[in-house]
Structure formats: C-alpha cells, structure tokens
C-alpha cells in the first residue's frame, strides 16, 4: 500500500469553546481519498488539535494504509509529539498517549509541521465545524500554552524496519542463544506493547524457543537430530549437507513473540535459539518488531 499524505487542523472559538476538526486524506500521487470536517463540543485548541491527529490516525488505517505522513500546522502538538518538548497539561496526556499507540500500530509513520498557509484546507474544514459559515473567522489563538523545552525520548519517526543481527558459529550443529540480542532490538524499537518476529534467511539452519537454564536440553534436541537425520544418508542433494536443510525444515525459519511493557513476552525458562546445522559460519537473522 502506497504511503497516504493527511493534512490536519483542530479549531476553537474562544480557546475554550465551540471546537471542531478537519481531515484531509491524500494519496501519494495527491488525489483526495476522504474528508472531515466534525464538531467536537466545547474545548480547547489544544485538544481540538488532538483529536484531528487521533481521529487521522484512524481514518487513515480503516483505508488499509500502513505508512503515512501526517502534516498539521500545530507547532506545539507536532514538539510534543516528535519528542520535542514534554507534556505537563494532564487534560492533554490521555490524547497524547493515544496518538502515540496509534503511531506506533504504521509501518512508518511522522508528524511534520508546516505553515497555516500550507494547511489551507484542513483549516477551513476545521473552522467551519466549529461555527455557522455566516460568522466571520476569528483568527485563531496561539498554542502558547504548557511549552516546556525540555527534550524527551522521541517516539515518532518509527520505522518498523527489519534489524539484522550477525550470528557466529563455531560448530557443525550448534545452538546459540540470541535472546539478549532481540531484546534489544525490542528495546531500539520502542514498541512497549506488539510483536516481535524473527526470522532465519538461510535454509541449513532454523530458528527455535525452548529452555535456556539447563544446557542438557539442547545437548538432547541436538542429539536426537542427529540420530533421526545422519549426515551420511541416502541423500541425492550432491553438496553434502542434505541432513543440515532436514534438519532446519523440521526446526522452522521463524518465531513470533508477543512484546508487553517493552519486553520479550517469553516463559521463565524459555530462550531463543538460532540453530545452525551446517557451521561453523557467519549467519544473520532479521528480527522486526511492531
């Protein structure tokens, strides 16, 4: 799915009073796919500004799109948001947070600032739902209020690219617990609650979840291996390691692991193996996480 470009606007006569929102959904090639133009009640600029992004957010994945570009002539919501300044007002934290969990369910997804003059449309969407067409368009007022310049982590600009982690064996058949290593690409990411998928690009070794405390375990797995798939069977395959793509096909290519409050939702005794079965070499897995 092509990436979609939205233009945003939240409006407010009287900053607090009679509030609305405008959505402009576009394609890559520009052509419009949806409009909004809502009343939200009475409330504040600020959170008239919030609910457009949220309600965006939405709107633009119930149309199927996984990467978007998000423009709003918000200054302060776009700071707070790319991480830029911090949010101290506790009636915008809740937005705030939901535009986050939004963001971070896109392939790819950021929030840019550009001019009023730019944001025409949105603009006049807003302002219209906010108050009857014959009223004339107060200008609106500044989002002067809870700046603060203190830096925080950024938590836009995620894009859920697939992280290559480099693996080394020392043995024909060998386990190697990689666990640690996803983790912190789980924490690079900083996806607090998804899923993490990794995957095994080489067809003579396989990826697999089993116990990491007692070593035994993977002696045994690895053993038995040997004894249901010898590497001196009839095999027809001419480059010798026959044994080692059986073995990975039974063992599998990928894992999937749910991700809670940023961590590896994994039992107590479980890790995550890469298994090789025709080292010793230099391998890579790809993990992503979303």
């Known amino acids: 799915m092509k990436q979609a470009i939205i233009s945003i606007d939240g409006a407010s006569k009287g900053n607090p009073g009679p509030s609305g929102i405008g959505i402009v959904i576009r394609d890559s090639s520009g052509m419009v796919l949806k409009e909004v133009s809502e009343y939200i009640g009475e409330t504040t600029n600020n959170v008239a500004e919030y609910t457009a992004l949220i309600r965006a957010l939405s709107e633009t994945m119930d149309l199927g799109f996984t990467r978007a570009e998000i423009q709003s002539d918000s200054e302060l919501m776009v700071k707070q948001i790319n991480g830029q300044y911090r949010v101290k007002n506790e009636g915008i934290m809740p937005l705030y947070e939901e535009a986050v969990d939004l963001i971070r369910r896109f392939n790819y997804c950021s929030l840019v600032y550009i001019s009023r003059e ?21 200008e609106p007022e500044p989002d002067i209020m809870e700046i603060q310049e203190e830096p925080v982590i950024p938590v836009v600009q995620i894009d859920n690219k697939a992280h290559r982690i480099n693996v080394h064996t020392s043995s024909r058949c060998q386990f190697v617990n990689i666990t640690a290593d996803i983790q912190k690409v789980v924490e690079s990411s900083q996806v607090v609650d998804g899923i993490c998928t990794v995957f095994v690009p080489h067809t003579t070794a396989g990826i697999t979840i089993n116990e990491n405390a007692d070593p035994d375990v993977v002696t045994d797995i690895l053993s038995t291996l040997k004894g249901m798939i010898p590497a001196d069977g009839p095999y027809r395959h001419s480059e010798g390691n026959s044994d080692a793509h059986l073995k990975a096909s039974l063992m599998g290519f990928s894992v999937t692991v749910f991700v809670e409050n940023g961590t590896l939702l994994l039992g107590t005794w479980q890790g995550i193996f890469f298994c090789e079965f025709d080292g010793p070499r230099n391998r890579h897995v790809f993990v992503k996480v979303i």
Do not use: F, Q, T, Y
């Not at 730019?118 to 107060?138: C, G, I, Y």
């Open 118 to 138: 730019r944001n025409k449309l949105a603009d006049k969407l807003a302002s219209d739902a906010a108050s009857p067409k014959d009223k004339p368009k107060p």
